[in-house]
């Protein structure tokens, strides 16, 4: 009876590690005052970058180049420092890994940051991103058609 009792207090000490270091992390980063978002969980950034993750990684793994153009949108249209724009995507890509469904259902799991901390504007861009690196799949393979067409409605409307 001792040994069963053992097992199951190691059992929960394993489950509290790892839920603690492992389960749903996403780096956590700063705010300037010439950044989008908060720091935390929540961040819209971290958002966008797990959007594009999903969206690039639809028709296969993320390529270097596919990786460059979405650093390069995180530099460019968020304004994001390059090491910055780096763990943004690490944390991005963290994120949409714990996400599952099509990539509809996977872009509307992300959307909650965006819609609530971004403006009109900056929802724009994120349909623009997207749009970006989905390129010329954006047009051609349903999934990724369906996904962004029906994120670009739910937010812009």
Known sequence: MPLIFA???VLVLALIVYYHFFYNRVARLPRTGQDWGSAGTNDPRVAVAAMMYAVATEEGPLTPETERRILSQL???LGLAPDLARTCLTGGKRLARGV???LNSRLHQLVAPIEAQCSPEE???VVDML???AGP???RI???REG???LSSSLLR
Do not use: E, P
């Open 137 to 139: 799949n954006a047009q």
């Open 148 to 150: 962004l067409g029906r």
């Open 142 to 144: 349903g999934s990724v």
């Open 7 to 9: 097992f199951f207090v």
């Open 123 to 125: 929802k724009r861009d």
């Open 75 to 77: 530099t460019s249209r």
């Open 131 to 133: 749009y970006l690196i």
């Open 100 to 102: 599952h469904g099509d």
